[in-house]
């Protein structure tokens, strides 16, 4: 019998579905598209939090092997012994590197593991029979998704107070601990904290939580400034969940691939997710995260190829390279812009934020001005307003050379001085190259040119653009209506009917 089609009108009538006809022709038109997109082969993604490091090719060929795409993750295991090597060593590395006892590689995100690290501690106050502890503290310097996280868990939120360092509030803690002590489930802690610093009374913060029958869940996105340098599980830590698709360098953007295991102590253990093939549950596990049991395992080897080249030595000096060059971006800006949260030494953990909160009170210039014109510079910009609004988090992580740190700190010198300019009247307060920023190919070069500062200043500020010049595709635009309003970028509704 033959079958009706769904269609009965032409689809993919868009004109680049039969432009493009040749391969040569593809590959411009795919190259062209390639060109509108900043990248780490443009320069440095300082973007805090996120850990835009550099993902080796040499890391990422096997992926591209048969033996790794092209395996289905129900195949008998009896076909799949070399993966299973693979993921039982990588579950051992992890293990040594944060000191807990057991792994699992099923969450496919970081948010995906929180949740996952959650329902194991869920479990277990369920199996001593206490389900009564649903109360679960997030101080202020967390990582963003944890909130969201613990409530999908089945969790009730506490908030917890930070000091002036950025650091827990021990003594609200102190608080909220005896307060809640019967109903205490958890503690989520970020560690080093989104502030930017480590927390100097990690241990005795969890030490406090326990005392009060809670569990610790460490939050494993800024693992970047620990691994080979300390382990979250000997701080008294219960649970973390690690960013392969960060830290153990798989790439990560557009929405994925991630992979976000967690670790665990021994009596966690047997509460992990179930990674049987035949999807069947052990008696206290918590079940599937994710819908195979090794989540996403075809990136697997990305990590494993990190861990391998890389050696403990190796691992142990990216994070004191990361740290380092954090510390000297926040030294080197710390005269012309306020580092917001410091340790009582001084110094900051693997990433440093910059105030510009006072800067918008003097001159009107907004984070987000400051932001669009390090495109002018050649620089994606930082994460802006988290988790402090009017802010910048800066993380330059191991990847970057000390001239390209250099370069980024020359670029927010040179924004400094077009600040300055604009503060003592010099510059006009709207009509300036913060205000107006980015300046794109078709500005700079058009007949018409009404701006009181130069075109050079506008799209080369820095010396060596000249050579080598990244054109930002879109100039200004207006992120918080775009963000409210539905725009769309088809034709409208009487150019069609006009057709």
């Given at each position: 019998m033959r079958s009706v089609p769904l269609r009965n009108k032409p689809w993919l009538n868009t004109p680049v579905f039969k432009k493009y006809r040749s391969e040569m022709e593809l590959i411009r038109y795919i190259q062209t598209l390639a060109s509108r997109d900043f990248s780490l082969i443009n320069g440095m993604i300082p973007l805090g939090s996120c850990t835009m490091k550099l993902n080796a090719t040499s890391q990422l060929l096997p992926v591209s092997w048969k033996e790794f795409s092209s395996i289905h993750p129900f195949v008998p295991t009896q076909q799949s012994q070399g993966y299973i090597a693979l993921t039982n060593q990588l579950e051992d590395w992890l293990c040594a590197l944060t000191g807990f006892k057991g792994v699992s590689l099923q969450p496919n995100a970081g948010s995906q593991g929180e949740f996952a690290g959650l329902l194991v501690i869920r479990a277990w106050h369920q199996s001593c029979g206490q389900s009564n502890r649903n109360v679960c503290l997030i101080p202020k310097s967390a990582h963003g998704t944890n909130p969201a996280s613990a409530v999908m868990a089945g969790f009730r939120v506490v908030s917890v107070a930070c000091d002036q360092y950025g650091n827990i509030d021990f003594q609200d803690l102190s608080v909220k601990v005896e307060k809640y002590s019967s109903q205490l489930g958890a503690l989520m802690i970020t560690y080093p904290s989104t502030h930017g610093v480590f927390?100097?009374?990690?241990?005795?913060?969890?030490?406090?939580?326990?005392?009060?029958?809670?569990?610790?869940?460490?939050?494993?996105?800024?693992?970047?400034?620990?691994?080979?340098?300390?382990?979250?599980?000997?701080?008294?830590?219960?649970?973390c969940h690690l960013n392969l698709h960060k830290t153990f360098c798989i790439p990560h953007g557009g929405g994925g691939p991630g992979v976000g295991p967690i670790a665990v102590s021994s009596h966690l253990v047997p509460f992990l997710p179930s990674k049987k093939i035949d999807c069947s549950i052990e008696s206290s596990a918590i079940g599937s995260i994710s819908s195979a049991p090794f989540g996403s395992a075809s990136i697997l080897p990305i990590s494993w190829m990190y861990i391998r080249m890389m050696g403990a030595e190796g691992l142990r000096k990216a994070s004191a390279l990361a740290i380092l060059s954090a510390n000297f971006i926040a030294s080197r800006l710390e005269p012309y812009y306020k580092v917001l949260f410091k340790a009582p030494n001084g110094k900051v953990a693997h990433e440093c934020i910059l105030d510009f909160r006072d800067i918008k009170k003097k001159t009107g210039i907004e984070v987000d001005d400051i932001a669009k014109r390090l495109m002018d510079y050649g620089f994606h910009a930082p994460t802006i307003s988290w988790p402090v609004a009017g802010t910048l988090m800066i993380e330059p992580t191991e990847?970057?050379?000390?001239?390209?740190?250099?370069?980024?700190?020359?670029?927010?010198?040179?924004i400094h001085s077009e600040i300055k300019a604009i503060e003592s009247g010099r510059t006009d307060v709207s009509n300036n190259p913060l205000r107006l920023a980015p300046h794109t190919m078709s500005i700079v070069t058009s007949e018409n040119w009404d701006r009181p500062y130069s075109r050079k200043q506008a799209a080369f500020p820095l010396e060596d653009q000249l050579k080598n010049k990244f054109w930002p595709s879109v100039s200004r635009i207006d992120n918080a209506f775009g963000d409210r309003n539905l725009i769309c970028s088809c034709r409208t509704v009487e150019e069609i009917a006009e057709e």
């Open positions: 927390e100097p009374n990690i241990k005795q913060i969890c030490e406090q939580v326990h005392n009060h029958g809670g569990q610790v869940y460490l939050d494993g996105a800024n693992l970047n400034a620990q691994v080979g340098l300390c382990r979250p599980a000997a701080f008294g830590a219960d649970v990847s970057e050379s000390l001239e390209e740190i250099n370069r980024f700190c020359l670029a927010m010198i040179s």
